[in-house]
DNA sequence: TGACAAATTAACCTCAGGGTACATAAAGGT
DNA sequence: ACCTTTATGTACCCTGAGGTTAATTTGTCA
């Protein structure tokens, strides 16, 4: 297991090198794990700098405090979230297939990005004091809106969707169970046992929701999941 | 506001008088505002006992240590919830019409509920540890899916509700968004400005949700609410 | 090659905050 | 009236964790 570990030793121990970006790199995402386990006040700076192979002061040097790291820590994973969403191709496809398309894409970057979704609910629990104060993220998530504008605004056009149809409540439904999905799995899971967690239950969520998104947008568009046999 | 406030000051300081539910309750009010505000490690016992108009010593008096106080402050909020589901009397409207007010009432009870939701997030932060402890909430939280199985049941056998409909699933689905709207109302408002939190926008995403719901499980349910000028 | 800045280490400081020890007053039983 | 149990007030302890000081090494540019 350490069988290269040697070089790594030798580097650090008898002649360190400088790095500050890898060593910055590195206390972030131990950090973004440790804040998104435990929380601002639950996360414990010394934890989290025996679990980086640089030392404790070094977090202090670069962020400044506890709270600075935090900030920096959420920035990242908003970045990263957009990131996915970008990557996401939907001008291209005709309205109706892209808000599945994107209805879809947004159930799954969200289950896929548990210390996003951590991160939010306990910026949440602060009231998003944290987030107000960073420059970078209102930006980030504009794309997002952008999106759903664009192919609400061809749906209607094509006369396919309701002309009421408003992209920001739009979004606020769709975030609404890809989020809670995943943000309220331990309590639902301890409530109500944990059916809906399996994989193939998950994807029948997934596909019903899409469903129902569509059957609201859509004019004319009759959802048929649920007539599927129960489970 | 305090011309009452004499008879106790004077029960609690020339020569106070046993009391223990009142202490109790009160310990327990105010942890549950601390609680929820700050949560499990963010919460200062000091701070709580300061704003009782008992000591610290009796938080530890009657509950233990802070995880203990914490517990039961769950299990509070549980029960009030629970509460006022079940006052909600469903049993005798129509299924159409039952499904309606369950996810209207749902959705009030979520906003209403600051407090509740607020601990439930906590919880999650912490995996449900605590509340797998508690052997109050499952029975608790038994009765809402109940109601809503005997809804479908009635529906179904109505011949108006598809029959793939499954309570939990539909539990899932508008907790999601009762839930949602209350608790990422900090995040989402940061990210994207507080026109969703009007008092107006809020009945309007409220029977928007609704409508929604109904057109996925009723049969031939045409959703309308859209249709109206954005807004 | 030597001064200067940037990066890093190790040891230390401080105090907030969870938890306890101990004394004591009120109720309740007999 | 006494003893016991329950309830309460005061003062204190002490560790954990956020943050700092000061010295050391590495790189860089005259």
Redesign the interface.
Request: glycine share 6%; no cysteine.
């Given at each position: 297991m350490d069988g290269s570990g040697d070089r790594d030793s030798k580097k650090r121990k008898s002649s360190w090198r400088k790095d500050p970006v890898a060593v910055r790199e590195d206390i972030l995402a131990v950090a973004t794990q440790e804040f998104a386990a435990?929380?601002?006040?639950?996360a414990n700076i010394n934890e989290i700098a025996e679990k980086t192979s640089t030392s404790k002061r070094m977090i202090y040097y670069y962020f400044g405090d506890k709270e600075g790291l935090y900030c920096k820590v959420l920035e990242g994973v908003y970045a990263s979230l957009r990131n996915s969403e970008d990557r996401l191709d939907v001008e291209g496809l005709e309205p109706v297939a892209a808000l599945r398309r994107l209805v879809e894409a947004t159930f799954d970057a969200h289950a896929n990005a548990p210390h996003f979704i951590?991160l939010?609910?306990?910026?949440?629990?602060?009231?998003?004091d944290y987030?107000?104060k960073s420059r970078i993220?209102?930006k980030l998530?504009r794309s997002i809106?952008e999106k759903l504008d664009d192919v609400c605004t061809r749906g209607k056009a094509a006369g396919k969707f309701?002309?009421?149809?408003?992209p920001?409540?739009l979004?606020?439904?769709i975030?609404?169970?890809s989020?809670?999905?995943v943000?309220?799995?331990?309590?639902?899971?301890?409530?109500?046992g944990a059916?809906?967690y399996t994989k193939k239950t998950q994807a029948?969520?997934k596909a019903?929701?899409t469903?129902?998104?569509l059957?609201?947008?859509v004019i004319g568009h009759v959802?048929t999941?649920?007539?599927?046999?129960?489970?």
């Open positions: 435990h929380g601002l006040s639950g951590r939010v609910m306990i910026e949440n629990i602060h009231n998003a987030l107000r993220v209102p998530n809106i309701r002309q009421g149809v408003d920001l409540q979004h606020w439904l975030s609404s169970f989020f809670y999905n943000s309220n799995r331990a309590t639902f899971s301890a409530s109500f059916s809906l029948i969520l019903r929701a469903d129902m998104v059957s609201t947008v959802p999941t649920w007539d599927a046999p129960a489970g």
